[in-house]
């Protein structure tokens, strides 16, 4: 089941964490987005094996849950 479009929430994340991108460049060959970025640096998002973060797609539950998991234990 798809809830959440990362995307939309990233920059709330980011915010309220008082996160910032550690390197310069992003890890994505699909997205610069700024605030992708920083999740990536700080461990909460990983990507895909080809590089890519597809932003554009919906989170599922399990997805959602490893990322406030993290978010909790770091």
Not at 12 to 17: E, G, I, P, R
Not at 37 to 61: C, E, M, Q, V
Request: proline share 4%.
């Amino acid at each position: 089941t798809q809830l959440y479009s990362i995307t939309s929430n990233t920059k709330v994340v980011v915010n309220a964490l008082g996160l910032t991108p550690q390197s310069e460049t992003s890890p994505f060959t699909d997205t610069d987005d700024w605030y992708v970025h920083a999740l990536y640096d700080s461990g909460i998002t990983d990507g895909y094996t080809d590089r890519t973060f597809r932003p554009d797609r919906a989170l599922s539950r399990a997805e959602l849950s490893a990322i406030v998991w993290r978010i909790l234990n770091r």
